[in-house]
């Protein structure tokens, strides 16, 4: 589109935006590069403890389970529901935001619905696999005691004696690698406050939608603002489902 | 040349809009390309557990894994964040600080690696698991 500007034109000029952004998007632009960092430095710090341990759970172990599928062995199934509900939340966001720029209300409104039942279904799972985690309790032998842990942020049932679980007799003194509770609770829960920030925010987008608030203001700039984040949200996921569950 | 040259501007700060796109067409297509990709990434992760692989070839399955999700991010940042349509100014104002993303990932994992093998020639090799005789073989009574 940068065909409409004339060649030699000169954006430093003053007296408008040399990004040409208004202040507020640009802003949530810097916002979402400094949590591009924070995530990085989350998923970097994983990475550094990941490849200093001599061993690590592999993801088509831990995550082989399915709602209402039992013991069903199904890697990666699950999660791919998942991504596939926040990439298909993130198209219903971009049509929400492509009918904003018609000044089409109704059409907002639908597709931000669909993006708040998206968002909704992502946490709904996310609750799902951590409860999952964390309540199904296997056998472990930890210094001469059989005890029956889950997975959680202090100590986990995976281990090099067999692939995925250590029990079988094979003693322990301290159970799993506790860096993966800690990453795996502590970076997906900081993305699933993510997803809950985006998804309040889309409910308040969806009100202020409704009251005719940017009918008034004559544009639905506020509605892409909130929608880049939301992409943002979907962005990160991709990086969080590669380091987690897929290497 | 100081005023808005696009009449439909939302404030004088912006030069022009580059909104309303005609249709949803490329909308949809960055679906399919999102999807498809997934979809590969996922052949890939699940083919390692299948097939067993090790050494190199699992390296290269990952290297692979990586590379799709770094296209994904880039469709979805370019496409649905519409910033491939943003001014060149505003590109590099972005792309610039990542740069410094290379530095951050090749230092970190090089001394987790370093790490790890400082640890395993100092300590010993890595703790091996402690292995009772096989539960059948133990007689009956014995202590040991």
């Known amino acids: ?247 | 040349m100081e005023q808005a040259i696009h009449p439909t501007a939302i404030t004088p700060e912006i030069t022009f809009p580059h909104e309303p796109a005609a249709n949803t067409k490329r909308i949809w297509k960055t679906f399919w390309i999102l999807l498809i990709l997934t979809i590969a990434e996922l052949a890939l992760g699940l083919s390692h557990y299948i097939f067993h692989v090790e050494g190199w070839l699992l390296l290269f399955l990952k290297g692979g894994m990586i590379i799709f999700s770094v296209f994904k991010a880039i469709y979805i940042v370019s496409i649905f964040m519409h910033f491939s349509d943003e001014v060149k100014p505003f590109r590099l104002k972005i792309l610039i600080p990542l740069i410094s993303f290379i530095w951050f990932i090749l230092a970190f994992l090089w001394d987790g690696t370093s790490y790890r093998n400082l640890r395993n020639r100092y300590n010993g090799p890595p703790a091996a698991v402690e292995q009772p005789a096989p539960h059948k073989a133990q007689k009956p009574g014995a202590l040991d």
């Not at chain 1, 999660?79 to 049509?95: D, E, G, K, R, Y």
């Not at chain 1, 029956?148 to 322990?172: R, Y």
Request: hydrophobic letters at 50%; one cysteine or more.
């Open chain 1, 1 to 247: 589109m940068a065909t409409h500007i004339p060649a030699g034109y000169k954006w430093w000029t003053g007296g408008k935006s040399p990004y040409n952004l208004s202040y507020g998007k640009l802003m949530m632009w810097i916002f979402l590069m400094s949590d591009t960092f924070t995530f990085a430095a989350l998923l970097i710090s994983y990475g550094t403890i990941r490849v200093s341990s001599n061993y690590w759970p592999d993801p088509n172990y831990v995550f082989n389970t399915f709602p209402f599928m039992g013991d069903a062995n199904l890697p990666l199934a699950f999660v791919s529901l998942m991504t596939f509900i926040l990439i298909m939340s993130s198209v219903t966001m971009v049509l929400a935001v492509h009918e904003g720029h018609k000044m089409n209300r109704r059409g907002v409104e639908k597709w931000l619905l669909w993006t708040i039942l998206g968002g909704l279904m992502f946490l709904g799972c996310q609750a799902w696999e951590w409860t999952h985690l964390i309540t199904h309790v296997h056998p472990v032998l930890i210094d001469g005691q059989i005890k029956e842990i889950g997975a959680t942020i202090s100590q986990n049932h995976f281990g090099p004696a067999v692939p995925g679980l250590m029990h079988e007799g094979h003693q322990v003194h301290l159970p799993g690698p506790v860096g993966f509770g800690n990453f795996f609770f502590g970076i997906t829960g900081f993305h699933g406050f993510h997803v809950t920030t985006g998804v309040l925010l889309n409910v308040l987008m969806y009100f202020w939608v409704r009251n005719g608030r940017f009918d008034r203001l004559g544009h639905y700039e506020m509605v892409e603002k909130a929608g880049l984040y939301w992409h943002f949200v979907d962005l990160v996921w991709v990086f969080v489902f590669l380091c987690f569950y897929l290497i």
